[in-house]
């Protein structure tokens, strides 16, 4: 039944960018969004970057190889941003925000407006 929902809710949206961060929820989502949309309505936008351990990062884009699905790598770079980099208390939010901001730009550049995370929250 809830797998119903959601490729239903899927349909509804017709379209999507999904955050992809190669974990079990977004995994899950850009393979069920594959099943039922179309391949040219669902970009996964995945970040490379330090923040992520070599091997997971590898075994991600594996997936998204070994299963044909589109998607969109971003260079990504927390130490360059100056509240994570001097270690605030809220370095988190600092971080979050501006990667969820290029995955939103990348997403847009490439025709999609809504982008959503493993949680299918829209971002």
């Not at 969004?33 to 936008?45: C, R």
């Amino acid at each position: 039944m809830m797998l119903e929902k959601l490729e239903n809710r899927l349909k509804e949206l017709g379209k999507v960018a999904i955050s992809y961060s190669g974990g079990i929820d977004s995994s899950f989502l850009v393979y069920v969004a594959n099943k039922v949309l179309p391949k040219e309505n669902i970009i996964a936008i995945i970040a490379n970057g330090s923040m992520v351990p070599r091997k997971d990062y590898h075994e991600a884009i594996d997936f998204l190889i070994e299963n044909q699905f589109l998607y969109k790598e971003i260079p990504y770079d927390p130490f360059k941003i100056t509240e994570f980099k001097e270690n605030h208390k809220d370095r988190c939010y600092y971080c979050k925000k501006e990667l969820m901001t290029k995955i939103k730009n990348v997403a847009i550049e490439n025709g999609f407006e809504i982008i959503l995370d493993g949680k299918m929250q829209m971002i």
